[in-house]
């Protein structure tokens, strides 16, 4: 079925289809949630610090013994296990977000790690790897305290477990968010079952235009059959927030 800006039949011009192909793929992305390609995201971590005093339940600020690397414009610590947003860090005092005061007494020479801001473009972690160790991404279930021994996913940031060592080499691997425009002059970067849904929808538009039913019905049940395919691929997964990333396979 050829389709270009010169084709005479009525909705088969090149920017009909283009914006049955954008409808198409929205069709999908909200029936399935089915993310894109693969995407990595090199970085190396910083040296945890320590508190240098001992803050108490309700205090918006807290002091630390080193800030070597941390963004002084703000993101994320956790103090002693507990995220907490900050909003600039001065002098070694670090401001927390107004949201984000002490819960609880601190005591000097408390563990605190900086949280490592994920892609923007990430819909779903994989796996990471650090120094070359693998390790999966699993269900720790809910709890306020972020586990020590595990890497987790906190809000827009990843966490790692106390390191010492800021000589520690990570890649994450994760699932890119969809996109659902399409042009003549753009590729999108799908899974092969989006592709196809999307191709045999536009396939049976044409031949409905063209009054061919027969072929209509059969690239629509075509399109059924990508779509439950998609479905049945993702219907074991877990949004949970409450995921991280453990030692193995």
């Given at each position: 079925?050829?389709?270009?800006?010169?084709?005479?039949?009525?909705?088969?011009?090149?920017?009909?289809?283009?914006?049955?192909?954008?409808?198409?793929?929205?069709?999908?992305?909200?029936?399935?949630?089915?993310?894109?390609?693969?995407?990595?995201?090199?970085?190396?971590?910083?040296?945890?610090?320590?508190?240098?005093?001992?803050?108490?339940?309700?205090?918006?600020?807290?002091?630390?013994?080193?800030?070597?690397?941390?963004?002084?414009?703000?993101?994320?610590?956790?103090?002693?296990?507990?995220?907490?947003?900050?909003?600039?860090?001065?002098?070694?005092?670090?401001?927390?977000?107004?949201?984000?005061?002490?819960?609880?007494?601190?005591?000097?020479?408390?563990?605190v790690q900086l949280g490592y801001v994920i892609p923007t473009d990430m819909a779903k972690a994989r796996s990471l790897f650090v120094s070359g160790v693998g390790h999966r991404y699993a269900k720790y279930g809910v709890s306020e305290k972020i586990p020590a021994r595990f890497f987790s996913i906190f809000s827009t940031y990843l966490l790692l477990p106390p390191a010492p060592s800021a000589d520690q080499d990570s890649v994450l691997h994760y699932y890119k968010k969809a996109t659902n425009t399409l042009s003549s002059s753009s590729a999108m970067e799908i899974y092969q079952m989006w592709d196809a849904y999307v191709i045999y929808r536009l396939a049976a538009r044409g031949h409905r235009v063209m009054y061919d039913s027969d072929k209509a019905i059969e690239y629509e049940q075509l399109a059924r059959e990508m779509l439950d395919g998609a479905r049945q691929q993702i219907a074991t997964e877990d949004d949970s927030v409450h995921r991280a990333f453990v030692p193995g396979w």
């Open positions: 079925m050829a389709v270009d800006s010169a084709n005479p039949v009525p909705g088969l011009e090149q920017t009909q289809m283009e914006k049955w192909a954008n409808r198409f793929s929205k069709i999908f992305l909200e029936k399935t949630r089915l993310k894109s390609q693969d995407g990595t995201y090199s970085f190396r971590t910083v040296a945890d610090t320590t508190l240098s005093a001992a803050p108490s339940s309700g205090d918006g600020t807290v002091s630390i013994t080193s800030a070597t690397g941390y963004p002084t414009g703000g993101g994320l610590i956790l103090i002693d296990g507990i995220p907490h947003i900050y909003d600039s860090i001065s002098s070694l005092t670090v401001t927390l977000n107004s949201s984000y005061a002490l819960d609880r007494d601190y005591s000097s020479g408390d563990t």
